[in-house]
């Protein structure tokens, strides 16, 4: 949660965030398209229709522009929506993740953004640290929480929740996410995620499901 105060910045004027936007957008592409390294200051000026004085006024560097980039990344992929309701049973909720959760970092221009931030993150740590902590790190966060309520009603049998909250989601990934991010596949269709989703969630309740 964010807290406001006196001290809050007020918005940037229409212009200035309309402006804004056209760079950051036209900076994705190129980013996507030629990587960090391959990227110039001259040719994001092109694909955003500005001048580079002008690009100059809102971002410092490419690695600052890079950097807002990444963030708006985060903020996009740290809103995923990842819902349990504890009226349906611990299968419906997995199964609801585990597709969520595909559909996010398997989704059609998110593979490139994913290899950008992996491609930089040796040299901008910081931006690496960053995402996996906003996206990664939050996503096994919120599977741990529902984790250890279904612990405490007697559903599971977990003795660390977080550790089985970053092994569920790396079983929904296999044979769908390492092919798409290397660009040897496709993003994987609704059916075989809901496929390889299904198997995750059986070999999951195998091992901490609360025998009967």
């Known amino acids: 949660m ?7 910045l007020p918005p940037p004027p ?19 398209d030629l990587g960090f390294d391959g990227a110039s200051m001259g040719e994001i ?3 955003a229709g500005v001048s580079k004085g002008t690009l100059y006024v809102y971002f410092e560097d490419k690695s600052r522009l890079f950097e807002a980039i990444v963030h708006e990344e985060t903020v996009v992929q740290g809103k995923a929506a990842f819902s349990f309701d ?9 199964t609801g993740f ?21 491609a930089i993150a040796e040299r901008m740590p910081e931006v690496g640290r960053r995402y996996y902590d906003r996206v990664l ?11 250890e309520d279904r612990v405490r009603a007697g559903e599971l049998a977990i003795e660390d929740c977080r550790l089985a909250a970053a092994q569920f ?18 993003p994987p269709s609704p059916e075989r995620t809901r496929e390889v989703v299904a198997s995750a969630v059986k070999m999951f309740l195998a091992a901490y ?3 009967k």
């Open 86 to 94: 504890t009226a349906r049973d611990v299968t419906s909720n997995l």
């Open 2 to 8: 964010i807290e406001t105060g006196q001290n809050t």
């Open 45 to 47: 000026a092109r694909s």
């Open 14 to 32: 229409a212009e200035d965030s309309s402006k804004r936007r056209q760079i950051l957008d036209g900076a994705r592409k190129v980013f996507m």
């Open 209 to 211: 499901g609360v025998k």
């Open 137 to 147: 790190e939050g996503t096994i966060n919120c599977l741990a929480g529902y984790l």
């Open 169 to 186: 989601p790396l079983m929904c990934q296999a044979t769908l996410f390492l092919p798409f991010i290397f660009q040897a596949a496709p």
């Open 98 to 118: 585990g597709e969520a959760y595909i559909a996010m970092v398997c989704r059609p221009g998110g593979g490139s953004a994913i290899r950008t931030v992996m």
